[in-house]
């Protein structure tokens, strides 16, 4: 094996070079020393609630931090960071080299071979993986972005051995097994929630009618996605999917992938066009709060057509009570008035970390202000508005608390949602569902039977029956019985070592089996699980039955994660093998 090489061009566009060698381990944002003062001057002062002029005085006698030189795209650059994914390629390490490929193709010069080169070079790693359609697909886009004519005989011969390895039989798989969609009936009015299922006024989703393990009864689409710039060579800047790395850049900035054409025309129309001509400035501030505020601040302003005095004068006229997002109708959404109630909506505090979260909420508004300020296009849209445009991102920063649903990697890094519709994130460590955040959507599958009246309940943190416990996040209570001190507590505790009846010996033995068997394929074993946690519900909680939902959970993860990747190459087949 051996990608292609060529010889390092000198930058047309002069920018400041990147001196980390890790592609996603980025230089930090603005200078903590910076911040620490800040927050000992605060602290000093007593002024936890600083009047907003001491963050502005603050934020302006630090613009040099802040307004960075925009970083361009170079073939020096791009060349450098490809020979670093070759050696990692040469050592095998196929994921990193993917990960310098993308950042090599990010900083490809328009006009020149280094991007159709990148291409290239991916599609070496991925027919050295065997995931042949992800190698045609990057055959396919280097070939139409201008690949080397001296280097095409070793490209073609490497699409010929794709399409043969195909025909053999050797795909990694097209068809998801089991499929993870909502497979039971949905609400007509809310078609990503299942049917039978109300929400209390604590915004927890409560059952109406009993449902069984395994169900999935939520298969939801964000609203907006935003990424930790420590992932922008790995994940979609839109969407947020990973699409097994095989990203396409922003023609226009070194920050920015996506998944394919559609995403990219859609970030462009809401915000990447604001966001473009300062990349370089919004990843040096990147670390007091991902891109999930001014994407909001765009989603809205893209409603009224880019028109912040009308956007203005909805949010006035509209500012009021909370409403319930589970009674908009989504199969006919009015996307103003889902607006307007996410505008609306009752941040909730945390007291341990109020004065943290205050400070940031100030710096954030105004540093974004000031970042997007610098770009031509927000001149005409804010002239006038000045006060409202910092208002509101102030507010949108607060509400980030409330509306967002994160995850992180074991990196830290971390994907930021705003989902439509979402039940409130209260913690228990006796969860009866488990969520999944994958490729763009939100599911939530059932782990245990759930009756009429029950909650849905799921786990942020440890669970009971976890044989590697997570420590649980700071300020993160739970009123489950398992954590329960009192007679509650005593009551559920003295179930976990009891012997399960007889009767379910047998049943025990035989899903030990089912799971210990590299015979029986993961939709089989999630099958079985199914059944038996059905069928033994009533032995809940019990230390064998905590060792078994630990594996259906484990089970149910993975099958949602190779559901998405047996679609993508399904898609890629389709569109570059049978032709």
């Known amino acids: 094996k051996q990608p292609v090489e060529t010889s390092s061009p000198s930058c047309r566009n002069s920018h400041k070079r990147s001196r980390t060698m890790n592609p996603n381990l980025l230089p930090p944002p603005l200078a903590t020393g910076a911040i620490d003062l800040l927050q000992e001057m605060l602290l000093e002062r007593g002024a936890i609630r600083a009047d907003f002029s001491l963050y502005q005085n603050f934020m302006d006698a630090r613009r040099e931090l802040l307004l960075v030189p925009e970083q361009g795209k170079c073939d020096a650059d791009a060349a450098r960071f490809r020979n670093t994914g070759n050696r990692l390629y040469l050592d095998g390490k196929y994921e990193e080299a993917l990960v310098w490929y993308n950042r090599s193709i990010c900083f490809a010069e328009k006009g020149t071979d280094q991007l159709a080169t990148g291409y290239g070079n991916r599609s070496a790693v991925y027919y050295e993986q065997g995931e042949y359609e992800f190698a045609l697909y990057n055959i396919d886009l280097a070939k139409k972005h201008g690949y080397p004519e001296k280097l095409m005989p070793k490209l073609r011969v490497r699409e010929l051995n794709c399409k043969q390895q195909i025909a053999a039989g050797r795909s990694k798989g097209t068809v998801p097994s089991p499929r993870m969609d909502i497979n039971v009936d949905t609400n007509p009015k809310i078609p990503f929630l299942a049917k039978g299922i109300k929400v209390d006024d604590r915004r927890i989703l409560v059952a109406e009618k009993d449902f069984n393990p395994g169900d999935v009864i939520m298969d939801a689409e964000p609203l907006l996605t935003a990424i930790d710039f420590n992932l922008c060579y790995e994940n979609c800047s839109h969407c947020g999917v990973k699409f097994s790395n095989s990203l396409i850049p922003c023609p226009?900035?070194?920050?920015?992938?996506?998944?394919?054409?559609?995403?990219?025309?859609?970030?462009?129309?809401?915000?990447?066009?604001?966001?473009?001509?300062?990349?370089?400035?919004?990843?040096?501030?990147?670390?007091?709060?991902?891109?999930?505020?001014?994407?909001?601040?765009?989603?809205?302003?893209?409603?009224?057509?880019?028109?912040?005095?009308?956007?203005?004068?909805?949010?006035?006229?509209?500012?009021?009570?909370?409403?319930?997002?589970?009674?908009?109708?989504?199969?006919?959404?009015?996307?103003?008035?889902?607006?307007?109630?996410?505008?609306?909506?009752?941040?909730?505090?945390?007291e341990v970390g109020e004065f943290n979260d205050y400070m940031e909420e100030k710096l954030i508004s105004y540093g974004y202000y000031l970042v997007f300020q610098a770009n031509p296009l927000m001149e005409p849209v804010t002239a006038?508005?000045?006060?409202?445009?910092?208002?509101?991102?102030?507010?949108?920063?607060?509400?980030?608390?409330?509306?967002?649903?994160?995850?992180?990697?074991?990196?830290?890094?971390?994907?930021?949602?705003?989902?439509?519709?979402?039940?409130?994130?209260?913690?228990?460590?006796?969860?009866?569902?488990?969520?999944?955040?994958?490729?763009?959507?939100?599911?939530?599958?059932?782990?245990?039977?759930?009756?009429?009246?029950?909650?849905?309940?799921?786990?942020?943190?440890?669970?009971?029956?976890?044989?590697?416990?997570?420590?649980?996040?700071?300020?993160?209570?739970?009123?489950?019985?398992?954590?329960?001190?009192?007679?509650?507590?005593?009551?559920?505790?003295?179930?976990?070592?009891?012997?399960?009846?007889?009767?379910?010996?047998?049943?025990?033995?035989?899903?030990?089996?089912?799971?210990?068997?590299?015979?029986?394929?993961?939709?089989?074993?999630?099958?079985?699980?199914?059944?038996?946690?059905?069928?033994?519900?009533?032995?809940?909680?019990?230390?064998?039955?905590?060792?078994?939902?630990?594996?259906?959970?484990?089970?149910?993860?993975?099958?949602?994660?190779?559901?998405?990747?047996?679609?993508?190459?399904?898609?890629?087949?389709?569109?570059y093998v049978e032709q």
Request: aromatic share 10%; glycine share 6%; with cysteine.
């Open 252 to 350: 226009g900035c070194v920050f920015f992938m996506y998944c394919g054409e559609e995403c990219q025309q859609k970030s462009w129309k809401l915000w990447h066009r604001f966001e473009c001509p300062v990349a370089t400035k919004l990843r040096n501030f990147s670390d007091l709060n991902v891109l999930s505020t001014p994407r909001l601040f765009f989603y809205g302003l893209s409603l009224f057509d880019d028109d912040l005095t009308e956007m203005k004068r909805f949010c006035e006229a509209n500012e009021g009570a909370e409403l319930n997002r589970f009674e908009l109708d989504y199969s006919n959404l009015d996307r103003r008035e889902l607006f307007r109630i996410l505008y609306n909506t009752e941040p909730r505090r945390d």
């Open 384 to 575: 006038g508005r000045r006060n409202f445009t910092i208002q509101t991102l102030n507010k949108l920063a607060r509400l980030a608390t409330t509306l967002l649903s994160n995850n992180h990697d074991y990196l830290g890094r971390n994907i930021s949602w705003i989902f439509p519709a979402i039940p409130a994130n209260i913690h228990t460590c006796d969860p009866n569902a488990h969520t999944a955040f994958e490729s763009g959507r939100m599911k939530m599958v059932l782990l245990r039977p759930v009756a009429a009246g029950q909650p849905f309940v799921e786990s942020f943190g440890p669970t009971w029956w976890s044989s590697d416990p997570e420590p649980r996040p700071p300020g993160m209570s739970c009123s489950c019985a398992a954590c329960d001190d009192g007679p509650r507590g005593r009551v559920w505790r003295a179930q976990l070592h009891r012997k399960p009846p007889p009767e379910t010996a047998k049943d025990f033995a035989v899903a030990a089996q089912v799971l210990s068997s590299d015979s029986i394929g993961d939709a089989a074993k999630l099958n079985a699980l199914q059944q038996f946690i059905k069928r033994h519900g009533h032995v809940h909680p019990a230390v064998q039955v905590g060792q078994i939902l630990e594996r259906y959970r484990l089970l149910l993860t993975k099958a949602i994660h190779a559901e998405r990747g047996a679609q993508n190459r399904a898609q890629l087949q389709a569109a």
